[in-house]
């Protein structure tokens, strides 16, 4: 096992971990680049009896500190870092086609403001402690169609509860998404777990930034639907 294997040892993940074969300049960035940007302490063989972090340790300062959870692309993530450079962004992602997308694109924008975890978001919540997390975003979600596989979803308890426990009081929880029923069962979940929906509909944030499995969305008649939460 290389030091980036990002496999898990004690959840499955059930979606791909790995798509088409990477660019040889993609692979160069997951050699050359993940290793300072990986969050330490995360998985369960670096840190098997789950003790909690420090996220200032992470970003070298007590920074206000963003969570993603799954990062896709990297579009977004990215651009959340160049436009607020004063706080950290935390993105998680299983699928190392993305996380290696994603290093390009740090690359290119010269952001230094980011830490990425290439494995499942509830690893990283694991450790975290309680209130550590200022903001947190869900753009455009494994949809998990079948009804037997909703409860893969990230808008389930096994992840809205750890994930309402190291939000911060007042924190803002985002959900972007084109699936009808996923954003039903978000307004559903995320309120059991103790959020607060403070606005839903059709209309973006004014920061939002478009990733690429929105425009896909768009480009095949999909509506878009975003929600905004408060711890």
């Known amino acids: 096992m290389s030091e980036f294997d990002p496999t898990p040892t004690h959840r499955n993940f059930y979606g791909r971990r790995h ?3 990477l660019r040889q300049s993609q692979k160069g960035y997951l050699s050359e680049d993940l ?3 990986r969050p330490r302490g995360i998985t369960v063989e670096e840190n098997p009896d789950r003790t909690p972090i420090v996220p200032a340790a992470i970003f070298g300062d007590d920074r206000p500190v ?4 799954g990062f896709g692309g990297g579009e977004h993530m990215v651009a959340m870092a160049a436009r607020y450079p004063q706080i950290g962004i935390i993105g998680c ?5 993305g996380v ?4 390009g694109k740090i690359r290119a924008a010269g952001v230094s403001n980011v830490s990425v975890h290439p494995g499942d978001a509830r690893d990283l919540m694991d450790v975290l402690p309680d209130g550590s997390i200022a903001k947190a975003f869900l753009n455009y979600p494994d949809p998990w169609p079948k009804a037997r596989h ?7 308890p096994e992840h809205l509860i750890p994930l309402h426990r190291v939000m911060a009081p007042g924190a803002e929880f985002r959900v972007a998404t084109d699936i009808p029923d996923y954003m039903r069962q978000a307004l559903e979940e995320v309120p059991k777990a103790g959020f607060t929906l403070v606005h839903d509909g059709p209309e973006p944030w004014s920061d ?3 990733t690429r499995y929105e425009q896909k ?9 975003y929600a905004t939460f408060r711890r």
């Not at 963003?66 to 959870?69: D, K, Q, T």
């Not at 290696?100 to 290093?103: G, K, R, T």
């Open 150 to 156: 909703h409860r893969r979803r990230f808008v389930t």
């Open 93 to 97: 992602e299983p699928f190392i086609n």
């Open 100 to 103: 290696a997308m994603l290093l």
């Open 35 to 37: 290793g300072s940007l």
């Open 19 to 21: 798509g088409k074969t």
């Open 208 to 210: 939002w930034h478009s």
């Open 217 to 225: 969305a768009l480009r095949e008649g999909r509506v878009p639907h």
């Open 66 to 69: 963003w969570l993603e959870v």
